[in-house]
């Protein structure tokens, strides 16, 4: 592998006053040093950078032969991204919005019944006449929330939220009867109809990523576009790492009241063990077990403790819904056929314009199961957010996401209807 030596680095304001620091990458085969005449100057435009890129160039004398790569890294949070597309003669970059847009409020709301049992809350918010994108959340049972609309612009997309079966406001609550992957496939099949929508894009986190990809895999033609986010294949090695050791290792304080529920002679299995008391005939024994595990979620997932969400475990109704499905669905293994099942069927999607969020310090979804799905998915760009955990309203993680469906925007405006 060629060696990278950083030379120097220095700050550019772009048009919009984004504050961006420039690192220039030299790699050698050779491993040979290169000497430099000047510091070469930097653009006052990010947008005219590629036409200066031939004058920097010339600023440098090289022995043996290299290659020039372009890093940038937007100060307040890390992304770790290589845009060494741009080296491209005449290619020019485009500036992408990564702020969240402003809160709105949904134009239409409903209750769609799926089968016998389940009744689905769904809602419509941005543009009737826009582009129409689904938001798949997490847990699974954790539900939607206003905050989910403001990852995309409402003048361009038609923003389609629903809650999953027994999360959030569908009913019945916390109901795992017919409640499996392949139900809630077809929940978002049944929505996607009932909206009379011929395709979408489709935006889902932690869980909703796990989802994202089923149901791309199961409908790859209504697919427009997917933004994947804190990757979570639902594998045993990624159960285990959570729920049975890895986390706590990071978490011990986090991690005692949620092992100490259990007793010793049950701590084989935690995942089993909650299991028998999230099903329990006992409400109140529900309650206590249900508290334990969305807390221990909850105080693990920002990179920064933030209490705001950690108290959302002391909300009986919510975390009763969060973790018995969630629960429900991590001893029955996603209800996959495979441990592997989704990676096994990325050919599927790969035609898919994809692209990936994660935080580097995620301890709820660590990295390996981003890095493996982009090992398996090549095509999909990559956006490791160097100082982020696992929620999607962290700063950098939330500005990645609203790029990453400005990116498609642009795209599906290019491409027409």
């Not at 973790?323 to 790969?350: C, M, Q, T």
Request: glycine share 6%; aromatic share 12%; proline share 6%.
């Amino acid at each position: 592998m060629p060696q990278c030596n950083t030379y120097q680095s220095a700050y550019v304001t772009t048009t919009h006053t984004v504050r961006m620091r420039l690192g220039f990458k030299f790699v050698s085969k050779s491993n040979t040093l290169f000497t430099h005449s000047s510091l070469p100057t930097i653009p006052s435009s990010l947008s005219d950078f590629p036409r200066s890129l031939p004058s920097v160039s010339k600023n440098f004398t090289f022995s043996g032969k290299k290659k020039l790569a372009l890093c940038v890294q937007r100060v307040g949070y890390k992304a770790e991204t290589q845009l060494s597309d741009i080296m491209e003669s005449g290619k020019e970059i485009q500036e992408l919005n990564r702020n969240l847009y402003p809160s709105i409020e949904p134009y239409s709301t409903g209750f769609l019944k799926v089968s016998d049992v389940h009744t689905i809350y769904w809602e419509q918010s941005g543009n009737p006449n826009g582009h129409p994108v689904v938001f798949l959340h997490g847990g699974p049972g954790g539900g939607t929330s206003p905050s989910n609309r403001r990852f995309f612009d409402p003048e361009f997309y038609r923003i389609i939220l629903f809650d999953q079966r027994g999360a959030g406001k569908s009913t019945p609550h916390a109901c795992l009867e017919e409640n499996t992957t392949w139900d809630l496939i077809d929940d978002i099949e049944k929505l996607r109809e009932h909206l009379e929508i011929p395709e979408w894009q489709v935006f889902g986190g932690s869980w909703g990523s796990t989802l994202a990809l089923a149901y791309s895999q199961s409908h790859p033609d209504k697919v427009t576009g997917l933004v994947l986010r804190g990757i979570f294949l639902l594998r045993k090695k990624e159960i285990d790492w959570f729920y049975e050791s890895g986390a706590a290792a990071i978490y011990p304080d986090a991690w005692e009241p949620f092992r100490d529920l259990i007793p010793e002679n049950e701590r084989e299995s935690f995942v089993s063990a909650y299991h028998k008391r999230l099903n329990s005939d006992d409400l109140e024994t529900q309650y206590a077990a249900a508290r334990a595990w969305t807390k221990w979620e909850m105080m693990t997932a920002h990179l920064l403790p933030n209490e705001e969400n950690i108290k959302r475990g002391d909300d009986d109704h919510f975390s009763l819904a969060f973790a018995r499905i969630e629960n429900h669905y991590f001893v029955n293994k996603g209800f996959f056929p495979s441990d592997s099942f989704l990676l096994d069927n990325i050919d599927k999607i790969r035609h898919i314009n994809t692209t990936i969020v994660q935080g580097r310090y995620d301890i709820c979804c660590p990295m390996m199961s981003a890095r493996d799905l982009h090992k398996a998915f090549p095509e999909a760009d990559f956006k490791v957010v160097s100082d982020a955990g696992h929620s999607a309203n962290e700063p950098g993680i939330a500005a990645e996401l609203v790029a990453a469906n400005e990116k498609l925007k642009n795209l599906a405006k290019k491409n027409g209807p």
